[in-house]
């Protein structure tokens, strides 16, 4: 079955320190795969995704994340966090049964970020 | 665009209450996903429906859960008879028809609280 395991539960980090979330899949193929946002008494947002194709998705707000199949992880990355980053980060996989639209989500990392 | 819209926001109800969340999908989208978000159980997909039919119900969790989609603008997720346990926060997404794993979006959801 598939899963999806985010490490980390809260990351802090300072306002223009680099920043990187851990996420990494078990799933037989390739997978499709997804990083969104959570603000606080928000829905979800999609930072970007991946299916195929080059291995680093640039996605929106200066997030990026690159595939590794042979470390099975889709890590996101920002170079430079904002105040307003501060946000719960979902990654998630897409389930080959429905076609990919059944989303398997990880537990999340809440990121504070620090003035 | 309004988005994804649901309501109510908030619903707080009595132990053994009838609960109807209700969820319009943005216009013109196919697909229509409703989740439920606890701090135990993280992000969870109930079901799924694409072109107003039930395509997986795995995730509902017992015969108190119901959903249905009566037509592509309105879909409901009712609890009959609802418990503490229920409490959590619903959401729901929705997909355009482009193509597999295809970006979800999801409403502000509808926190509920059984008592």
């Known amino acids: 079955a598939q899963s999806v395991t985010q490490p980390d539960i809260h990351i802090t980090v300072s306002e223009g320190a680099s920043l990187e979330l851990r996420c990494n899949y078990s799933?037989?193929?390739?997978?499709?795969l997804f990083w969104y946002v959570q603000s606080p008494g928000q829905g979800l947002q999609l930072l970007l995704k991946?299916?195929?194709?080059?291995?680093l998705v640039q996605g929106i707000k200066g997030f990026e994340a690159e595939f590794k199949r042979s470390q099975s992880s889709f890590n996101l990355r920002k170079p430079s966090v904002h105040w307003s980053d501060a946000a719960e980060y979902f990654c998630?996989?897409?389930?080959?049964?429905?076609?990919?639209?059944?989303?398997?989500f990880g537990a999340g990392t809440r990121l504070a970020v620090h003035p | 665009d309004a988005g994804v819209i649901q309501s109510p926001r908030h619903e707080v109800t009595e132990m053994g209450q009838e609960v109807t969340l209700r969820c319009k999908p943005i216009?013109?989208?196919?697909?229509l996903f409703w989740y439920r978000q606890t701090m135990m159980r993280g992000l969870e997909l109930l079901i799924y429906?694409?072109?107003?039919?039930?395509?997986?119900d795995s995730g509902m969790p017992e015969d108190r859960f119901s959903a249905k989609m009566p037509n592509a603008s309105f879909s409901t997720l009712k609890i009959q008879p609802s418990e503490p346990r229920d409490s959590a926060v619903y959401f729901c997404?929705?997909?355009?028809?482009?193509?597999?794993?295809?970006?979800?979006?999801f409403g502000p959801g509808t926190r509920l609280t059984v008592l």
């Open positions: 216009s013109g989208h196919d697909y």
């Open positions: 991946y299916f195929s194709g080059d291995t």
């Open positions: 997404a929705s997909s355009p028809r482009r193509g597999e794993g295809d970006t979800q979006y």
């Open positions: 429906f694409n072109n107003n039919v039930p395509i997986d």
């Open positions: 998630a996989v897409g389930a080959p049964s429905g076609g990919y639209n059944k989303l398997i």
């Open positions: 799933y037989g193929a390739t997978p499709y």
